[in-house]
């Protein structure tokens, strides 16, 4: 079964330093993999998705991510670290072989400090 | 476009209560499901449906159920609410074909408490 794992549940960096989240992916077919963002009391929002077209994708907001199949890891990047980042990001894969359907990473919620 | 529609927002239960949760979108998605986000948990899967008159069961069941009757509107049912049933509840809707559909719009929430 297709399933994501996120690792660290909270991550604090400094204003202007990079960010880095983690999400490593189990599959045995190419996956789809997304990154979404969850800004308080708000629902989720897409950041960016890897449907197997190139191997970085950037997405809204200054964020890209890198898949690498050697790795399993689809790790979400930004150089450098806005204030208005914090928030909780989730990392989903999209099941096939079937019924289609989002599996979603336990989220890891990302702290900006001054 | 108003997108995807969840109804109410905040919502208060007592134990053993039934009540629908609403979603409805204007995107003409075949896709619809049903979500609900608990701390440490992230967003399990409740249920899902591929098109009117579809639905299938998610990660997570068990209390709730569904119809689609139509492709607008995904109601979410609670047959006898519980404490356990407290939770932010989250509707999506995307097209179902991948891959390059496969983005998923959600709704704003419900946060549900069962007293």
């Known amino acids: 079964a297709q399933s994501v794992t996120q690792l660290g549940s909270h991550v604090s960096v400094s204003e202007g330093a990079l960010v880095l989240l983690r999400c490593n992916y189990s599959?045995?077919?190419?996956?789809?993999l997304f990154w979404y963002v969850q800004y308080p009391n708000q629902g989720l929002q897409l950041l960016l998705k890897?449907?197997?077209?190139?191997?970085l994708v950037k997405g809204i907001n200054g964020f890209e991510a890198e898949f690498k199949k050697s790795e399993t890891s689809f790790h979400l990047t930004k150089p450098s670290a806005h204030m208005s980042d914090a928030a909780e990001y989730f990392c989903?894969?999209?099941?096939?072989?079937?019924?289609?359907?989002?599996?979603f990473g336990k989220g890891t919620k990302l702290t900006v400090n001054p | 476009n108003a997108g995807v529609t969840q109804t109410p927002k905040f919502q208060v239960l007592k134990t053993g209560q039934s009540m629908t949760l609403q979603c409805a979108q204007d995107?003409?998605?075949?896709?619809m499901s049903w979500y609900r986000q608990d701390p440490g948990m992230g967003l399990r899967l409740i249920h899902y449906?591929?098109?009117?008159?579809?639905?299938d069961q998610g990660e997570v069941p068990n209390g709730y159920n569904v119809s689609r009757s139509t492709t607008e509107d995904f109601p979410l049912r609670l047959l006898s609410a519980a404490p356990s049933q407290t939770s932010v509840y989250f509707c999506?809707?995307?097209?179902?074909?991948?891959?390059?559909?496969?983005?998923?719009?959600f709704g704003q929430g419900t946060r549900l408490t069962v007293v």
């Open positions: 999506a809707s995307s097209y179902s074909t991948p891959p390059t559909n496969t983005e998923a719009f």
């Open positions: 599959s045995s077919v190419p996956p789809y």
């Open positions: 890897y449907t197997s077209a190139a191997t």
């Open positions: 989903a894969v999209l099941t096939q072989g079937g019924s289609e359907k989002l599996v």
């Open positions: 995107m003409n998605h075949e896709y």
């Open positions: 449906s591929v098109g009117a008159g579809i639905t």
